[in-house]
């Protein structure tokens, strides 16, 4: 019996203790509070992509390019994004560490390279925080007009809604930084929650849309509703709705030092993760196509999901979605920033960020590091800003920091390629591996990534700049790419500069007791 209840009590402990001692081989000391499961380890991911947030969002944008057969464009991207995912895999066997696009690419490459895959994430995960946060304008003034807090046009395109929206996205972002500040476990609890809430909606609202279908499945066959002129051309803007929403599925990565049994946990998730979004997207997309009271009124390239919703099931139940969408909105929010906030813990724990100092310490009772959380929080909230005084500006930067996710991710795929090719990459024994089939798929992957980030970062002026009149819009994504990078420059010469300084202090050092 006593030997019975040894056994019993010890399994726990040596657990958490295998996983500390795992995580110690990589030289880091076990500070994060590890308290997440399975569930809450596919539910980091999903919430990241989220697809009632996003999709409610973009897919106007979709169809007023691509009309009805723009649907394609999602299976298309979805398969392209399994090819990176089933990398990512591999990976979070491996390297089951905070940080993992910034800790990933500096292990397949170089320290430098890794360097700028972790400040090309940071950025682009900050100002997605933004992104998601600014999408609460888009349904709770609908839901109830007292929302509207400032003037009575809810538009994000006036002066009155923008400004409506800045203010309640820094009220959201406020709340999320308070809840990733408290610790790991009540973030899960309410991502879990969330998460549920948003697979339930997704579940319900297509078989309703599908029972109200006004058309065939054979009407995503057709360009009815495209954007005139050539469709191949059109086809290819609209898969950039598909590209924005299916990314940040690595989120269980970056959860990885908070993961019960990482290594097997991480990878699931991440499959996991991405193929509820690819399916449940899908069918959403499918759904309200077919659902559409007219594919030609020109209602769904302007007002998009939301019209579908309170046209076919109306407002009432209407309403009840769009309550679930916002809870969507409130948990992807809150999981983005979870995610930068790693990002930054994981960099400067390695002291490779300025301030790195405060940025990296963990705090002993929540768990969490609650600097960077407030840090992330603080940019999120003055980017928003930005809508106030150029809503297409918003717009703009909000587009092009999934051009940087693309970005950082190639800078993870393309080190793991040239390992394969040189015969040097070695997937963990006894875990997730892609086998001979590695180096196809790594390979498609690359060629994907590559491909999207042309297309995402293509300076096309009905993207970027459709009022027109403005040409640093059209050239927005290269032009704060590039800035980025140069900022991105600065900061690492900084870095270099302290490290110097570091390796000469210990030679110093007799001198000065000489003297």
């Not at 990589?26 to 996003?54: C, D, E, M, N």
């Not at 898969?239 to 019960?260: I, N, R």
């Amino acid at each position: 019996m006593a030997r019975t209840l040894s056994s019993a009590m010890v399994v726990p402990m040596s657990n958490h203790a295998a996983d500390a001692e795992d995580l110690a081989g990589f030289g880091y000391p076990q500070q994060l509070h590890r308290k997440l499961g399975s569930y809450a380890s596919f539910a980091a991911g999903f919430s990241f992509v989220s697809i009632l947030t996003t999709v409610f969002q973009l897919f106007f944008f979709g169809f007023s390019f691509g009309g009805a057969a723009f649907f394609w464009t999602w299976p298309i991207v979805f398969a392209g994004q399994l090819m990176v995912a089933f990398c990512f895999m591999e990976l979070a066997a491996k390297y089951p560490i905070s940080g993992c696009i910034y800790q990933w690419s500096r292990r397949l490459s170089t320290p430098t390279i890794g360097w700028f895959a972790g400040w090309t994430m940071l950025i682009a995960q900050i100002v997605t925080v933004s992104a998601a946060a600014i999408a609460l304008q888009v349904v709770l003034p609908t839901l109830w007009s007292s929302f509207q807090l400032v003037g009575s046009d809810p538009s994000l395109a006036s002066s009155d809604g923008a400004t409506n929206a800045v203010l309640l996205g820094v009220i959201l972002i406020t709340f999320t930084t308070i809840i990733n500040a408290i610790g790991v476990q009540l973030m899960s609890r309410i991502n879990v929650i969330g998460v549920t809430c948003e697979l339930i909606g997704v579940v319900a609202l297509v078989l309703l849309l599908f029972t109200h279908a006004e058309r065939g499945p054979s009407a995503v066959l057709h360009q009815t509703g495209a954007a005139p002129g050539g469709y191949f051309s059109a086809f290819i803007i609209s898969s950039l709705m598909a590209a924005y929403v299916m990314v940040g599925f690595d989120s269980a990565g970056e959860l990885s030092e908070e993961t019960k049994d990482p290594r097997r946990t991480a990878p699931r998730a991440i499959l996991r993760a991405l193929t509820a979004s690819g399916v449940g997207g899908g069918l959403l997309l499918l759904a309200a196509i077919l659902a559409a009271p007219s594919l030609t009124d020109g209602k769904l390239a302007t007002e998009g999901l939301p019209y579908v919703l309170t046209s076919s099931l109306g407002n009432t139940v209407g309403k009840v979605f769009l309550a679930d969408v916002t809870i969507a909105i409130c948990v992807c929010t809150l999981a983005i920033q979870t995610a930068a906030t790693r990002m930054m813990f994981s960099m400067s724990r390695d002291r490779v960020l300025p301030g790195h100092g405060l940025l990296g310490r963990v705090s002993p009772v929540t768990g969490t590091p609650i600097l960077p959380a407030v840090v992330v929080g603080l940019l999120a909230a003055a980017i928003l800003v930005v809508n106030v005084g150029e809503a297409s500006l918003f717009t703009a930067l909000t587009s092009v920091c999934i051009v940087m996710l693309y970005g950082a991710y190639l800078m993870v795929t393309v080190p793991m390629l040239v390992q394969r090719l040189r015969g040097t990459w070695v997937p963990q024994p006894g875990h997730f591996s892609l086998g001979r089939w590695g180096l196809l798929v790594n390979l498609v992957a690359v060629a994907y990534g590559a491909l999207q980030m042309v297309n995402l970062a293509w300076p096309r002026a009905s993207v970027y700049d459709p009022a027109g009149g403005h040409w640093y819009l059209q050239y927005f994504s290269l032009l704060f790419v590039g800035g980025s990078l140069l900022v991105g420059l600065f900061a690492y010469a900084l870095h270099r500069r302290e490290l110097t300084e570091d390796a000469a202090a210990p030679a110093a050092a007799p001198e000065a007791a000489v003297a």
